[in-house]
């Protein structure tokens, strides 16, 4: 998957993060932050989250997880709709925030993965935006793949449902990369990952690695 040259850099950094926060053996509370940029952790103790509920968050398994991002989607009209009280509603989890721009979850999955959905100001725009992403937890020797269902044919069959139009994208010697989907005032592009995947080959069925709004 390759978003755009200049952003490829900080989502590697952040699922980095955010992973290597499962790996911390922190309690439930520390593992539910934000993989934030350096400059943002200098403000993490003073955190506020007025839509944290004080009883742990509920565990989320990555069907429910991509399912809930689908209904997520499918209740705005931009993504500045994307609010901490809307996502802690339609995820079900608690949110953590740093400001009123940055705020989302993260969480560990069995099998050595983890995955985040977190909004947060775009460099140099500042334009917001939300994703989700599966990550293997570095070194763990994590299996292929949490899950596949929905699977990538059917999550993105639900966009084209919600009234998206699909563009495909294409990298080099014409090989497709992912989907981009479009409707007024929302662009979301779907990233894959194999469930078998053999070296440089990808093969198997195809699953959702990453989900991005904008």
Same mark, same amino acid.
């Not at 290597?20 to 103790?45: I, Q, R």
């Not at 989320?60 to 993504?79: P, S």
């Not at 995947?197 to 709004?213: F, H, L, R, S, Y």
């Given at each position: 998957?390759? *978003?755009?040259? #200049? ?19 922190? #309690?439930?509370?520390?593992?539910? #932050? !934000? ?14 989250? %007025? ?8 565990? !989320? ?10 209904? !997520? ?8 709709? &994307? ?6 509603? =339609? ?7 740093? +400001? ?9 999955? @069995? ?5 985040? /959905?977190?909004?947060? %100001?775009?460099? @140099?725009?500042?334009?917001?935006? =939300?994703?989700?992403?599966? +990550? %293997?937890? *570095?070194?763990?020797?994590?299996? #292929? &793949? ?30 497709? $990369?992912?989907?981009?989907?479009? $409707?007024?005032?929302?662009? /979301?592009? =779907? ?11 990808? &093969?198997?069925?195809?699953? &959702? ?6």
């Amino acid at each position: 998957m390759t *978003p755009t040259a #200049s952003n490829k850099p900080r989502y590697r950094k952040r699922r980095l993060a955010t992973v290597m926060f499962m790996l911390s053996g922190m #309690s439930l509370h520390s593992t539910a #932050s !934000l993989a934030m940029p350096h400059e943002a952790m200098k403000d993490h103790n003073a955190m506020t989250t %007025p839509t944290t509920a004080t009883s742990p968050s509920p565990k !989320l398994d990555a069907t429910q997880a991509l399912q809930r991002m689908l209904e !997520l989607i499918r209740g705005i009209h931009a993504v500045t709709d &994307v609010t901490p009280d809307y996502m802690r509603r =339609v995820m079900g989890v608690n949110i953590e925030s740093t +400001d009123a721009e940055r705020f989302g979850f993260n969480q560990a999955l @069995p099998g050595h993965w983890a995955f985040g /959905v977190e909004r947060s %100001p775009l460099t @140099p725009t500042q334009q917001p935006q =939300v994703d989700l992403s599966f +990550d %293997p937890i *570095p070194n763990s020797g994590a299996a #292929s &793949v949490p899950t596949c269902e929905p699977n990538y044919a059917s999550f993105t069959a639900s966009l084209e449902g919600m009234g998206f139009q699909r563009h495909p994208a294409y990298g080099e010697h014409g090989r497709w $990369k992912f989907d981009a989907f479009d $409707k007024p005032g929302l662009h /979301v592009e =779907v990233l894959p990952v194999y469930d078998q995947p053999q070296g440089d080959q990808e &093969v198997g069925t195809a699953c &959702v690695k990453m989900v991005i709004i904008r």
